[in-house]
């Protein structure tokens, strides 16, 4: 498909939609209320933390577990524990 042939194509397509919302009634408008929650915002995204899982030729299993969070990476090391007691 040539360029022009696709920009037209496209401009068509969205023009009944940017026209619908432009008729659309000024009381609707004026109901939207917009706020802002600061505990939100102030929050720190948590940190996953990564695991390595390797397998010997033996069938034993190892890991390496890295991350910000120690009380994290423990909880997953007993985790791996329980799930792979040959290797305690």
């Avoid at 390595?52 to 090391?77: A, P, Q």
Wanted: net charge positive; aromatic share 6%; hydrophobic share 40%.
């Amino acid at each position: 498909m040539r360029p022009g042939i696709f920009i037209a194509v496209v401009l068509a397509l969205t023009m009944p939609v940017t026209a619908s919302c432009a008729n659309a009634s000024p009381d609707k408008q004026g109901n939207l209320v917009v706020t802002q929650n600061t505990g939100i915002a102030g929050t720190v995204p948590k940190k996953s933390v990564h695991v390595k899982l390797r397998r010997s030729f033996k069938g034993e299993y190892s890991w390496d577990l890295t991350g910000d969070d120690v009380k994290e990476i423990l909880k997953i090391n007993r985790e791996l524990k329980k799930e792979f007691p040959q290797n305690n």
